[in-house]
Structures are given as C-alpha cells and as structure tokens.
C-alpha cells in the first residue's frame, strides 16, 4: 500500500513565523503535489514537483515555496504565515505516466493567529 | 465556467438508498477518470478508477463515464451511515507530471 505521511497532523502558528510542512512517500513515486483545501472552495493546488530538486507553480503559489532534496520527501514552506493561510493543506504523491493517481496523506490542519 | 463541474450538496438519504453522485467537465482530453472518498479531518482516499468510457464495479459501488456528454458518475448501492464523506470527482489527460483536475466534492450523509 502506498503510504503518504505528512509530519503534523494539527499545528498553529502565529503571523509572521516561518512554517515548514514535510511530507514523506515510501513508494518511489515521481511526482509530489501539494494543495490546501477550504470549505467552498475545494482543492487547490499549490505548487508540485516531478523529479528531485524540480518544481511548477500551481494555481496558487504566493506566499508559498518548496524544497525537495530528496525523492521521497516534499516539503512546503510559509515564508511568513498570515492569517488567510489558515487551512487544511495536503499532499499527495503519483508515479510518472499512465494513470495519474493520486495518494493522499492525512492533511495538516493549520491555524494561523 | 470550471473545468469541472461537481454539485457540492449537501446530500443526505436514508440507509439503503441508492445514491448517484455527478460531475460534468469540459476538456475533452480527459481520459482519466476517479472518484475519492474524504472523510472529515483525513485526507481524501481513491475509491475508484476508470479510463475511458464505460462502467467499472466494485462491491457496492459503481462508476460510469460518458466521455461523448463529458460526464461522470458514481452509484453508491445499499448505502450505509459509514458512507457519509465527502466525494470528489478527479480527472486528467493531455497534461503532464500526472497533475489531476478536482471537482469541489460532494458532501453525503447517510442517516440510520
């Protein structure tokens, strides 16, 4: 089974801390993403990245950036947290071609004060 | 207008009642299609996979696409209370590094 796990499942922080959220897959997957998720909104992607040290801005990427040094981890971090990033924020993680499946790890859930 | 249309709900049936979830999309390139379960406070899980037109079955669910109306389906047969989630239509095709196209979920509740 593939297995996605993201370092805090519940975290707060306050305006103009910097914030690292790590995720880490153990299936050797190509491609990580990472999206935040609020009510009426949906999913939103944020930015993704198909090979080590490579990443593409998704649909909304200011005041976000990423860092992969390695394969299996992605990590997304806040440069200074404000408080309409306060969200649910996910991060998946697919193989290279074909069907384009996405899995999922559990969400961190981030208030920001 | 979105690339994918999904009816956010909210949705609520009796136990045991069929329940048919929808989405309609727009790209014509799509030729990947899923649905994903969520429930609350967890990250979403692939519930089912179709490529192409036609129908796909798995135990009480099935999943059925109409790439000629651009739209998709999902029937939840005998429906029981833990299949209240949130459901979301995913989609891809003609796009790279895997990147998939949501629809805004459906919330569902079944009710005892």
């Known amino acids: 089974d593939v297995k996605v796990t993201q370092s805090s499942r519940y975290l707060v922080k306050r305006t103009g801390e910097k914030v690292f959220l790590e995720c880490v897959q153990d299936?050797?997957?190509?491609?990580m993403f990472w999206y935040r998720q609020d009510p009426g909104l949906g999913l939103r992607l944020i930015y993704f990245?198909?090979?080590?040290?490579?990443?593409e801005k998704g649909d909304i990427p200011e005041g976000y950036s990423v860092s992969r040094e390695k394969k299996e981890r992605f990590s997304l971090i806040l440069e200074s947290a404000s408080t309409n990033q306060t969200s649910m924020y996910l991060c998946?993680?697919?193989?290279?071609?074909?069907?384009?499946?996405?899995?999922f790890g559990p969400g961190t859930r981030l208030t920001v004060l | 207008q979105k690339e994918v249309e999904q009816d956010p709900g909210p949705l609520s049936v009796p136990e045991g009642a069929i329940v048919s979830l929808n989405c309609t999309y727009s790209?014509?390139?799509?030729?990947?299609f899923m649905w994903y379960r969520q429930y609350s406070r967890k990250g979403p899980e692939l519930l089912m996979y179709?490529?192409?037109?036609g129908n796909k079955e798995d135990g009480r669910f099935t999943a059925q696409v109409d790439k000629s109306s651009k739209y998709i389906s999902l029937f939840i047969r005998d429906s029981q209370p833990s299949d209240s989630a949130t459901y979301l239509c995913?989609?891809?095709?003609?796009?790279?590094?895997?990147?998939?196209?949501f629809g805004q979920g459906t919330i569902l509740t079944v009710h005892p």
């Open positions: 998946a993680s697919s193989e290279d071609g074909g069907r384009n499946t996405q899995y």
């Open positions: 299936m050797d997957h190509e491609n």
């Open positions: 990245s198909y090979d080590v040290k490579m990443k």
């Open positions: 790209n014509s390139a799509f030729q990947y």
């Open positions: 179709t490529y192409s037109s």
């Open positions: 995913a989609m891809s095709g003609g796009t790279s590094y895997g990147k998939l196209t």
